[in-house]
């Protein structure tokens, strides 16, 4: 999205991206790096192959994810998943961390 405008993009690629940012919460609250990874991908050249992963994804898994019951169960276990991985890290860096991913979530 950076160094293009509020309306360019391939296929309208950038009014597509703001609205699904918009909808799934905006990126006020992510860590930085999240930030930068999000704006420099421009200059990440991507494998067709990935593109079309990414595209089958977005189209035809995440509208069947995110439908009732299975967004109930599937969000339910990533976040037991991420707080044993909080709590892992934890414990093994004797509760000193950086702080910006790993306590995000508590």
């Known amino acids: 999205m950076l160094g293009i405008g509020l ?5 309208n690629a950038c009014p597509r991206a703001r609205k699904w ?19 420099e991908d421009l200059y990440y050249p991507h494998p067709f192959i990935q593109d079309l992963m990414w595209d ?34 934890d414990e093994n860096s004797r509760y000193i961390t950086i702080g910006s991913v790993e306590k995000v979530c508590t």
Do not use: C, Q
């Open 7 to 11: 309306d360019e993009g391939d296929e």
């Open 21 to 39: 940012i918009l909808d799934h919460g905006s990126v006020t609250y992510i860590p930085s790096w999240g930030k930068i990874w999000l704006s």
């Open 56 to 89: 089958a994804l977005y189209y035809f898994i995440e509208p069947l994810l995110t439908r009732w019951p299975l967004n109930k169960l599937i969000r339910k276990k990533a976040l037991e998943i991420t707080m044993k991985h909080i709590h892992y890290e």
